[in-house]
């Protein structure tokens, strides 16, 4: 397995594809060598060969094997600068719904593990996750998502990058980012995303503040979290919409909120009440 890794540092472009095709295979499939697929050789194999990884097939196995290292070693030894370069430049190069869908899913363990790995300061995990060169790369790929598939996943990027919310409100509370929850709330079918974009949209609305709020809830954002009603059919993304639109309750005249609140309430309790069928 080392091999392989240090082969990648020295080998030509054509026999580079080969190799970095046969570590990806390894890293996604082997799963009891933890030690060894996390470690230091592996992450710098890896990393020596984002350069090369330029057509959508390379960026998708590349986006998987380094999702699947940043797991194994719970950002112990991926969690540094390289790393999050290297996902950002993943991110700008996916264009396909796959790559667009492996490169969120390999932010996603990268931010959770840094925001919650005991082992490093906060301000230095704040310093590398909380950018603005994390957020533009999310939004990007908000733009790109095509499926409902897509814009779950990025949606549980914006949702899991907690630090942002601790930041200054003109870094992430603004139009751009507005935008990028519309129209992935917009893509969304399946219940599992329908919750995901609708945990993000609450997210960004109960922490937005003063003038701030006031300009960022808008009816766009409503409209978009009420187009998913319809999709609603888990407890969860019908309990996430919900919640969703109470967080949006200023853009609502009185009493017109409460008719789609009880619609939802009724879904929730359908739900609930045909898992206790027997």
Known sequence: MLWCVMRLLTCRTKRLRRQSNGIMDRVVTVHSYKKDFSSECVRD?????????????????LAKAFNKCIELSHCETFLCVRVRDALLTMCAAATTAECVWQAADALVPFVFGAV????????????MVATCEMRDAVVMLASRAT???CAG?????????????????????????????????YRATEPVDVAACACAVTMFTRKAQGEVKRELLTHAMRDAVVALVPYATTWSSASSIKNALIALKSTYRAGSLSRV?????????LIVSSLFKV
């Not at 490093?120 to 995990?125: D, E, K, L, T, W």
């Open 45 to 61: 194999g890896l990393l020596s060969i984002v350069g090369s990884a330029t057509t959508p097939r390379s960026i998708e196995r």
């Open 116 to 127: 919650n790995y005991p082992r490093y300061p906060r301000p230095m995990v704040s310093r």
């Open 147 to 149: 499926t409902s598939k």
């Open 153 to 185: 996943i990025v949606a549980s990027t914006f949702e899991w990058t907690e630090d942002w919310w601790q930041v200054p409100p003109e870094m992430f509370w603004t139009l751009f980012v507005h935008d990028a929850l519309v129209e992935l709330a």
């Open 261 to 269: 609140i009880d619609e939802l309430d009724e879904t929730i309790r």
